[in-house]
């Protein structure tokens, strides 16, 4: 691994790393039935306190420069959602990924910071590739991927309990070789 960082920012975006403090916000986006819809669906309070310690704050400890970041509108310093480049559960491959709360959507913020994700994980962090999964018929997420230059291959599935129950699903990879954007 060669530099990582602890915030990044884009265009009208920044992530910073997750803190304790930020359990009502996961909380919050994690309690939205139509946000989890395609994420194995609602999580209570304390379901939501699980995910923020092991894909956030225990696994920054475990793999410096990766995890679960917190999307920051930059003009209004709202938290819009948040954005991953981290292991797939169960996997040694590296995704990228991202949830908004609704009324952010629609306007281009989850492909913007996950180009700047994949720019990070490609040339900060010297990754080979970057994939991404999606349910089949998450298509929003799906085109979010190819604008993010990023190519289906086909589907997988995966035995984490934390995926096993969505069945197949789509199956996207990026090459630092050869992504551009
Ligand atoms: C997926 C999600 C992050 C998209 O966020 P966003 O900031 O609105 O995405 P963007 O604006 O960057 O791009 C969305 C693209 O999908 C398209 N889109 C949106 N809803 C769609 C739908 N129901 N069907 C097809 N395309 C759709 C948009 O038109 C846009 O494409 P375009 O730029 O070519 O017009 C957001 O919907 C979300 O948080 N969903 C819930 C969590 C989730 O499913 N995360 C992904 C898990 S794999």
């Given at each position: 691994?060669?530099?990582?960082?602890?915030?990044?920012?884009?265009?009208?975006?920044?992530?910073?790393?997750?803190?304790?403090?930020?359990?009502?916000?996961?909380?919050?986006?994690?309690?939205?039935?139509?946000?989890?819809?395609?994420?194995?669906?609602?999580?209570?309070?304390?379901?939501?306190?699980?995910?923020l310690r092991t894909r956030a704050l225990d696994y920054y400890d475990q793999h410096?420069?990766?995890?679960?970041?917190?999307?920051?509108?930059?003009?209004?310093?709202?938290?819009?959602?948040?954005?991953?480049?981290?292991?797939?559960?169960?996997?040694?491959?590296?995704?990228?990924?991202?949830?908004?709360?609704?009324?952010?959507?629609?306007?281009?913020?989850?492909?913007?910071?996950?180009?700047?994700?994949?720019?990070?994980?490609?040339?900060?962090?010297?990754?080979?590739?970057?994939?991404?999964?999606?349910?089949l018929d998450n298509t929003a997420s799906q085109r979010v991927l190819l604008k993010?230059?990023?190519?289906?291959?086909?589907?997988?599935?995966?035995?984490?309990?934390?995926?096993?129950?969505?069945?197949?699903?789509?199956?996207?990879?990026?090459?630092?070789?050869?992504w551009h954007l």
């Amino acid at each position: 691994m060669r530099t990582a960082a602890d915030t990044l920012e884009s265009t009208r975006l920044r992530v910073r790393r997750f803190t304790l403090d930020d359990l009502d916000l996961i909380a919050r986006l994690l309690a939205d039935p139509v946000v989890t819809q395609h994420l194995g669906g609602v999580k209570d309070r304390a379901g939501a306190e699980t995910t923020l310690r092991t894909r956030a704050l225990d696994y920054y400890d475990q793999h410096p420069g990766l995890g679960m970041w917190a999307t920051i509108e930059r003009a209004t310093g709202r938290a819009v959602g948040f954005h991953v480049l981290n292991h797939i559960h169960g996997e040694s491959d590296i995704q990228v990924g991202y949830a908004l709360f609704q009324d952010a959507w629609g306007q281009g913020y989850a492909t913007e910071m996950s180009v700047r994700l994949m720019r990070y994980g490609f040339e900060d962090l010297g990754l080979p590739v970057i994939c991404a999964i999606t349910n089949l018929d998450n298509t929003a997420s799906q085109r979010v991927l190819l604008k993010a230059g990023l190519t289906r291959h086909g589907e997988r599935t995966f035995p984490h309990p934390a995926l096993s129950g969505q069945g197949p699903m789509a199956w996207f990879e990026a090459h630092r070789a050869t992504w551009h954007l």
